[in-house]
């Protein structure tokens, strides 16, 4: 039996060439191709500077990093690890706020119910290619002098009114092989300040300021960096992949499209996503929501038939072990969520046969339960 993944990267032979070109200049670490892959992408997203290094993971911290103060950040529990871990791991407190169950986002006023005098960041998470409503939460983080941390990590190339998401405030984007393009492992953190892109290009090489240079072999360290860089054949292939990014997302807002009428069918079960008119979606991922007591049977079946489907999060983070003292409270959506929520292979390449293939198995599974 052929299984279905979940996630499939698209790498075809311009991108192979493009890397084996960038090898064969023989420069091996971060260089050329990273300047005009970070140029590319600001001019996509529409900041002033981009930064490319290795994980979204490091972007996060980097953006923590360069505020200069410590504190409480809001974040959701309805995310990935790195976003929590980027929090303590800059010396900062997390503050878990819940999510819109159909929009799977944070929103202002969640956000707003968490300030206190000790918050200095929202980090706000665009879940699975969704940017959140950005409006009201950009008004409230003024408002409130607090800094915009976007973890745009699953939406590149979403739009919330007429801009991208990592526009508004410090953007953190993921490459990592099932995000919307891939360099393998990478990341990107979007800025608008020229001081703090700076800073962060010292951060990412060892905290080295090459305009400190009286004699060419002087390396100066100003700060204790890391080496979060992103070697130049990386850069190469993200310059590859950005050509696609649109191709690629007109392809996964095809194949949602066809989820979504699809389900429809079962809406005594299953529950679509609605996408308001002020936003566009990436679809990093495609969630539906099944009532909870059938949730876990379906994803057993699917993968017993050859189909990789998962569920996205499973625990949220306020439930891992160690994340548990941060939040006193039920997140009640989050935690709906949680029990609820079913993630569908999609992918620019899923090929038709096999969507027909994940139909007619979830009709299978759909008139099984309905005998039982
Ligand atoms: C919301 C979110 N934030 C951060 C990350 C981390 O990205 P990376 O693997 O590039 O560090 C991910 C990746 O899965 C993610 O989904």
């Given at each position: 039996m052929k299984k279905i993944p979940l996630f499939k990267s698209y790498v075809d032979k311009s991108d192979y060439k493009s890397v084996l070109n960038s090898l064969k200049t023989g420069w091996l670490t971060h260089g050329s191709s990273n300047l005009v892959f970070e140029e590319k992408f600001s001019k996509y997203i529409g900041s002033k500077f981009s930064i490319s290094m290795?994980?979204?993971?490091s972007a996060l911290e980097c953006s923590l990093k360069i505020l200069k103060k410590k504190g409480e950040v809001i974040i959701p529990s309805w995310t990935w690890v790195s976003t929590a871990n980027a929090v303590l791991n800059t010396g900062n407190i997390p503050v878990f706020a819940d999510v819109n169950i159909n929009s799977r986002n944070l929103n202002a006023e969640n956000i707003e119910k968490k300030i206190n005098k000790k918050t200095i960041?929202?980090?706000?998470?665009?879940?699975?290619?969704?940017?959140?409503?950005?409006?009201?939460?950009?008004?409230?983080?003024?408002?409130?002098?607090?800094?915009?941390?976007?973890?745009?990590a699953e939406t590149l190339g979403a739009k919330w009114k007429k801009n991208y998401t990592g526009s508004f405030g410090m953007g953190c984007f993921s490459f990592f092989p099932t995000k919307n393009i891939t360099t393998t492992e990478g990341g990107m953190l979007t800025i608008n300040n020229r001081k703090q892109y700076l800073e962060v290009k010292k951060i990412i090489a060892h905290g080295i300021d090459h305009d400190k240079k009286p004699v060419f072999w002087h390396r100066e360290a100003v700060l204790p960096?890391?080496?979060?860089?992103?070697?130049?054949?990386?850069?190469?292939?993200?310059?590859?992949q950005l050509k696609k990014l649109n191709k690629f997302n007109a392809k996964r807002r095809l194949?949602?499209?066809?989820?979504?009428?699809?389900?429809?069918k079962f809406e005594d079960v299953f529950a679509i996503q609605k996408v308001s008119k002020n936003l566009t979606h990436s679809y990093q991922m495609?969630?539906?929501l099944l009532k909870p007591k059938l949730r876990n049977n379906f994803l057993f079946f699917m993968k017993k038939n050859g189909i990789e489907?998962?569920?996205?999060?499973?625990p949220p983070l306020h439930k891992q072990n160690y994340l548990k003292k941060f939040c006193k409270k039920k997140l009640k959506n989050t935690e709906y969520l949680s029990r609820s929520i079913v993630t569908l292979p999609i992918y620019p390449n899923l090929k038709n046969v096999d969507l027909n293939r994940i139909f007619k198995l979830i009709t299978k599974w759909y008139e099984k339960i309905k005998k039982n």
């Open positions: 290795n994980s979204c993971t960041a929202v980090i706000v998470v665009h879940y699975a290619g969704l940017p959140c409503e950005m409006d009201e939460i950009m008004k409230l983080t003024k408002k409130r002098k607090i800094s915009l941390i976007e973890d745009s960096g890391h080496n979060f860089r992103l070697p130049n054949h990386l850069a190469a292939l993200g310059i590859s194949i949602a499209k066809r989820y979504d009428n699809f389900l429809k495609y969630t539906c489907v998962s569920a996205h999060f499973v």
